[in-house]
């Protein structure tokens, strides 16, 4: 194939629309999900990013032994977990609150962990995976292995100072980790404009002594390529990376806020670049797949959404009781006497 | 020509009844009228009003210099709130959700609550933020924070149960001269219970007083927050089906304690039950005990007791944060326990 395709086969590329499609047809059964009462807590698009995480990610080194490159996604970065090997299942599992979710009902949606497989969700303060995820590199580093860790944050998250701490970290250490700045050009109702005075993330990049470069993040061999190039790089000892990713967020932060502060007309123009519109086109304009196997695709993974969902569903809640186990690996939590059987707390 | 005042913020002015939100929206908006140096900082105060809409259409009254929408740096915003209280302004710093107070731990503990102490000047600026569980929210949008600040002098801690008392004392802590941590329960915020009709007058309730909730003679419960009504809850049930009298302590004010309150009301009863929301071990409950130890000991015909949530994170799934948070069936139990000892 041309070098368009980047080293890509026809499957590979078809892959990636695979994982785009995926991605959309999660959150779209979510949605769903959610107006039937199964969700549990918030619910977060990634509506016109998917591309963003679906390249990336499919540019490193995957495995599910222990041995591959660490991922650090966000919420708006599914398509990046389910292609390290996170379950489709386990992500309506999360969302539902559920006994059998990886994090057993303990912590909601993406946030959750396959070190095997090389994930580590994230927490909710922003910036603190930044920290994370240069103390896993670091790892690497010093025990000369060959893996790299990627970290993704929104445009807002720049503002903590846990991501200039674990950025400038990472930068000193020569942490080899690529950060992706998700400029999505809101975070909640505040434009970038107003976390930043810089007009791209990649003029902080000199700040801290690293490379840094930005990408059009709908389109998805942009992202592979950018990051693939990157992750040569730093794999190769070059320390560490940034990625700015340029859309636009055209949900609301999360289901619940209706975004009535972002002028119609522009999230129109940005409904033009869609990045699963763009890509379904491109494969179709150069021939590397057929409409029937786009369809194919289509269908297979809203299927497989609804199977996985439906399956999700019949699972049950944990026991109250369960929120007392874990807590440390050996001092076990004390159930509370209020709840033993015997009214006195002394015999408790 | 000035802008008209919004129309949600004028209820109580018609009269109205309102919510521990409202109440709270009020307070800012008629102290933001009263002093002109009072300001308001965080994330999404402006445009958006609030995560929670506290300062919906603030932002178009007062401008862009007194409703300031803050880059996410809870450290950042909160040290320049204090260089800004240097100077003569009065911030009133609002964290998204109060989990996320953590990053400015640093300068709220070395520098803010040191201020007066080292001479250099009081500090009169407020943090507040939505706390608490019960809304599936998990370990990072559920934590009560009291505790990781009850332990710093020079901070006061603010934790209010009513909208009159959120309004009157949010008042307070805008006006005084010191650092108040204030802690506003989501759980409370549009609770149709609450409503409420307030003194159409501006007033205060003083720092550092609790309230007697209900009188009685048997049990005191000392509590706060979102507790102070399950323990409601628990009080009525033992009057009506076992005939025992529960005093309620709502102690409003957490830092400083007001021990006078505590240990008058456990000589009149004789017995103590401490409920709160937050964790067990370094909870409120033990500060009280040892306190009502040193001033009540010959007073006491039982154990000082506590029902709390368990020693682990906010977890998110229903039945666990059920189990977690202390319930009105475990201030039942553990009175019950208390009144027949
Ligand atoms: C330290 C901290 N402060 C506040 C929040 C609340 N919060 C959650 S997401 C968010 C906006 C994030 O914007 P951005 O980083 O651009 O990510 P996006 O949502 O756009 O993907 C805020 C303020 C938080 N999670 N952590
Ligand atoms: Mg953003």
Redesign the pocket.
């Known amino acids: 194939m041309s070098e368009l395709t980047l080293g890509l086969e026809r499957a590979g590329l078809q892959d990636l629309y695979r994982s785009l499609c995926l991605t959309r047809a999660a959150e779209e059964r979510l949605e769903l999900l959610q107006k039937q009462g199964h969700v549990t807590g918030g619910l977060?698009r990634s509506l016109g990013?998917e591309a963003g995480a679906v390249g990336a990610a499919y540019a490193l080194r995957r495995r599910t032994d222990g041995t591959g490159d660490m991922l650090c996604h966000?919420?708006?970065a599914a398509g990046a977990l389910f292609l390290f090997g996170g379950e489709l299942i386990d992500y309506f599992r999360q969302y539902m609150a559920k006994g059998t979710s990886p994090t057993r009902g303990r912590e909601a949606n993406v946030h959750w962990f396959d070190f095997q497989k090389g994930f580590v969700g994230p927490v909710?303060?922003?910036?603190t995976m930044i920290e994370i995820m240069a103390g896993m590199t670091l790892s690497f580093r010093v025990r000369g292995e060959d893996r790299i860790g990627i970290v993704f944050?929104?445009?807002?998250?720049?503002s903590?100072g846990?991501w200039h701490e674990g950025l400038n970290f990472a930068a000193v250490q020569r942490c080899p980790m690529i950060l992706i700045v998700?400029?999505?050009q809101?975070?909640?109702s505040?434009p970038?404009s107003k976390?930043t005075r810089v007009s791209s993330f990649t003029e902080k990049g000199p700040g801290y002594g690293i490379d840094a470069e930005a990408v059009d993040g709908t389109d998805v061999l942009a992202v592979f390529d950018a990051v693939r190039r990157a992750a040569l790089q730093v794999r190769s000892g070059g320390g560490t990376h940034m990625i700015e990713l340029n859309y636009f967020?055209r949900k609301g932060?999360a289901q619940h806020d209706p975004q009535d502060y972002v002028d119609p007309a522009v999230i129109r123009a940005w409904e033009k670049k869609d990045p699963l519109d763009l890509y379904r086109s491109k494969l179709l304009h150069n021939e590397w797949a057929s409409e029937d196997e786009l369809v194919a695709i289509e269908e297979e993974t809203f299927e497989e959404c609804r199977v996985a969902a439906e399956a999700a569903i019949a699972e049950p809640y944990p026991e109250g009781t369960e929120a007392v186990t874990g807590v440390y690996t050996d001092v076990p939590t004390p159930h509370p006497w209020t709840r033993s059987s015997s009214p006195d707390p002394t015999l408790a | 020509m000035d802008p008209e005042t919004p129309e949600h913020l004028l209820k109580t002015k018609r009269g109205e009844p309102v919510t521990m939100l409202e109440a709270i929206s009020e307070a800012l908006f008629e102290e933001m009228i009263r002093d002109e140096s009072v300001f308001l900082m965080g994330?999404?105060i402006g445009v958006y009003g609030g995560?929670f809409k506290v300062t919906r259409d603030f932002l178009s009254f007062f401008g862009e210099n007194r409703v300031i929408d803050t880059p996410?740096a809870?450290g950042g915003f909160t040290g320049a709130a204090a260089g800004a209280a240097h100077m003569g302004l009065r911030p009133v710093v609002e964290?998204?959700?109060m989990d996320?107070i953590?990053?400015a731990y640093d300068v709220i503990t070395n520098y803010i609550a040191t201020s007066n102490y080292r001479g250099a000047g009081p500090q009169p600026l407020v943090i507040r933020g939505p706390v608490g569980g019960g809304n599936r929210g998990g370990p990072?949008h559920s934590q009560n924070v009291e505790m990781a600040f009850f332990h710093t002098p020079g901070l006061k801690i603010v934790y209010p149960s009513t909208a009159r008392d959120a309004k009157g004392l949010l008042k307070a802590s805008i006006r005084d001269d010191n650092p108040v941590i204030f802690e506003e329960h989501k759980g409370l915020y549009r609770a149709p219970s609450l409503r409420e009709v307030l003194p159409d007058e501006d007033y205060v309730v003083p720092i550092g007083e609790a309230r007697i909730v209900r009188e009685g003679t048997d049990i005191t419960i000392v509590t706060y927050g979102a507790m102070v009504h399950k323990s409601v809850e628990a009080a009525q049930t033992m009057e009506n089906e076992d005939g025992v009298s529960v005093e309620i302590v709502d102690l409003r004010t957490l830092l400083p304690l007001d021990e006078d309150a505590i240990v008058e009301s456990v000589k009149k009863t004789n017995k103590l039950l401490v409920v709160h929301e937050d964790t067990r071990t370094g909870g409120i409950a033990g500060e009280i005990a040892i306190r009502v130890s040193e001033k009540a000991f010959e007073w006491l015909d039982g154990p000082i007791l506590r029902v709390t949530a368990i020693d682990a994170p906010v977890p998110y799934s229903g039945p666990l944060e059920d189990y977690f948070l202390p319930q009105t069936e475990d201030v039942l139990k553990a009175a019950r326990y208390l009144a027949a000892y």
Do not use: K, M
């Not at chain 1, 944050?153 to 720049?158: E, H, L, P, T, V």
């Open positions: 977060y990013q966000t919420i708006r909710s303060p922003l910036g944050y929104g445009d807002g998250a720049s903590t846990a998700e400029n999505n809101w975070a909640f505040t970038t976390n967020r932060h | 994330e999404d995560a996410i809870e964290i998204q959700f996320f953590s990053p990072f």
